[in-house]
């Protein structure tokens, strides 16, 4: 029945095999120092060159991975789209109803956690103290530093309009501006009624679906041969217009961040002993060519079907959970995001000595567990929902041109966190809900391990 579809991901799945054996990860490591130490020589800091000259060059550098970027976001609305419906409809609905709920707290419960980590390090190392005076000094677009506690726009009264704006009065207009998590509604409500169809229309419906995913993966083949140029591109663009001496001035903010997402990655890791029975090196190593493109794209989307490939040869997933999972979680389970924007928030508003009071952080985590959820997939998402949840929590939005320079930098290790947040939820899920037990597989690499 699937045969359409299972021709397709093989072809797909070779293909990700020759980069892998190929060493992509490698020329992407390369690419990378080579693209900073690039970027360093065309910083207008060392005096070679104006500073005209070198956006023009950084401009020309980054083309390459402008390209791959947009070739991502062109097919990312549908392969979301036929993805999440596949998964659903490949399912019964009595499974449905346990792995959606399931799914959906799952989701929330460990954001929640990530939010509240974040609130935690950034009490105990209030990153934001050493940048008070520093940030007013050196950024005029900072003139006004407010006095008194922030005004919060947040209230009860303002809920029921934001569930009711979650759902799309029409899906083609929130397809063309983006909206990733009204999209995601959409389909999954699409989705659930594509399973009550009889088997003679559903036939059709999933040969179309499998029709989509192959084009979109056949797009995502032609932007694989992209990635080691667009990232020494982007890299040398950015050393070049923000240049080490503007990092160094945020060092220890990065490292609260960096802490932070490492002990997020911790976290997974005792989900997926505890949870998953899994061996966590053994996850960290199969995962390893999803990470490292989420960091060099610092995109989701972009690493989404490698993810979904890696769930179901490396991980051994049950295809109808990763097929779930993965699209879902690329828009909804941003836990390296939520991290990110909590400990900047408050970050943000230490540089401009605010005191934040418990109602405040309390408002903060609520604000970005909801901001998060419906974070784009996409390279400087986190920066556009950090706009809105700094102003609904009263701290001037201008404060991002304090963490504007290391924001791609933070972005390259936040969406690693959030693919291996979202394998492992498929490890999780797979333990409970799939249809081969994750145990007889392991006994069976075990033997073949032996056996070599």
């Not at 060493?23 to 130490?37: Q, S």
């Not at 990470?291 to 989307?301: C, E, G, N, R, V």
Request: proline residues 4%; charged residues 15%; glycine residues 8%.
């Amino acid at each position: 029945m699937f045969d359409t579809e299972v021709k397709s991901l093989k072809s797909f799945n070779h293909y990700l095999s020759k980069l892998v054996e190929s060493r992509l990860w490698l020329k992407v490591i390369i690419a990378l120092f080579l693209g900073v130490g690039f970027g360093l020589l065309l910083s207008p800091q060392n005096g070679w060159i104006t500073k005209e000259t070198a956006d023009i060059a950084g401009n020309w550098l980054a083309l390459p991975g402008v390209l791959f970027l947009k070739l991502v976001q062109m097919i990312m609305i549908p392969l979301i789209v036929a993805s999440i419906i596949t998964g659903i409809a490949s399912n019964d609905k009595d499974s449905l109803k346990k792995l959606g709920g399931g799914v959906l707290l799952y989701f929330l419960g460990t954001t929640i956690v990530s939010v509240s980590l974040g609130v935690i390090l950034s009490q105990i190392f209030r990153p934001g103290r050493f940048l008070h005076q520093q940030a007013l000094a050196e950024h005029n677009e900072i003139t006004a530093v407010p006095t008194e506690n922030p005004e919060l726009s947040f209230g009860l009264e303002t809920i029921p309009d934001a569930i009711s704006n979650l759902l799309p009065e029409n899906p083609l207009a929130s397809m063309v501006s983006g909206e990733m998590l009204s999209i995601v509604i959409f389909t999954i409500i699409i989705g659930v009624a594509v399973l009550s169809l009889e088997n003679a229309l559903l036939r059709p419906v999933k040969l179309l679906l499998s029709a989509i995913q192959e084009v979109c993966m056949t797009v995502v083949k032609w932007s694989m041969l992209l990635v080691p140029i667009a990232v020494f591109g982007l890299m040398a663009q950015l050393t070049s217009s923000v240049g080490l001496s503007s990092l160094s001035g945020l060092t220890y903010y990065v490292g609260v961040v960096l802490l932070g997402l490492l002990l997020l990655v911790i976290f997974y890791l005792g989900l997926i002993v505890l949870l998953g029975k899994k061996n966590p090196l053994h996850f960290l190593k199969k995962i390893r060519d999803v990470q490292l493109l989420a960091f060099s794209t610092t995109s989701s989307a972009a690493v989404m079907p490698l993810s979904l490939k890696t769930a179901e040869e490396e991980l051994k997933v049950d295809k109808t959970i990763s097929n779930f999972i993965i699209p879902i979680g690329a828009t909804v389970n941003m836990d390296g995001t939520a991290l990110y924007q909590t400990i900047t928030t408050l970050f943000i508003a230490q540089a401009y000595g605010l005191e934040m009071s418990l109602l405040n952080i309390i408002v903060v985590i609520v604000t970005i567990v909801a901001a998060s959820i419906g974070t784009p997939a996409i390279p400087g998402g986190g920066v556009v929902i950090l706009a809105s949840v700094l102003g609904s929590v009263g701290i001037p939005a201008e404060g991002i041109i304090i963490i504007i320079g290391v924001e791609r930098l933070l972005g390259m290790f936040r969406t690693a966190v959030n693919v291996t947040g979202d394998l492992t939820a498929c490890m999780v899920f797979n333990r409970f809900y799939g249809k081969t037990p994750i145990l007889v597989s392991e006994k069976t690499d075990n033997k073949s391990i032996s056996k070599q």
